[in-house]
């Protein structure tokens, strides 16, 4: 597991204020099995996250928001591993 901590305060010169705690904890599981010794299986299930923030483009115009929005996402892998022709 990983944990992520951020904050961030901002002001924006139309006066917006920005101001940001973001804390998440990230996971990780993977599995293999072996066939024999040429072929092996794997599986893996992780979860990822980006911190939300502060936008830049706010600065000069103050019809954009002053932030955005933290992003999650659970990545699933199966796949396998093989040797042909005797290598």
Same mark, same amino acid.
């Not at 072996?34 to 103050?62: Q, W």
């Not at 929005?69 to 396998?80: H, K, L, M, Q, W």
């Given at each position: ?16 204020? *920005? @101001? ?9 599981? =993977? !599995?293999?099995?072996?066939? %024999? ?5 794997? *599986? @893996? ?9 502060? =936008? !830049?483009?706010?600065?000069? %115009? ?23 022709? %005797?290598?």
């Amino acid at each position: 597991t990983t944990d992520a901590r951020q904050r961030v305060n901002s002001l924006t010169s139309t006066g917006q204020v *920005a @101001n940001f705690e973001f804390s998440e904890t990230t996971w990780r599981v =993977n !599995g293999e099995y072996h066939l %024999d010794d040429d072929k092996m299986l794997y *599986a @893996n299930v992780s979860t990822g996250f980006r911190s939300g923030g502060f =936008n !830049g483009g706010a600065l000069t %115009d103050p019809r954009l928001p002053a932030s955005f929005a933290p992003e999650t996402v659970t990545a699933y892998e199966i796949g396998s591993k093989n040797r042909f022709l %005797d290598d």
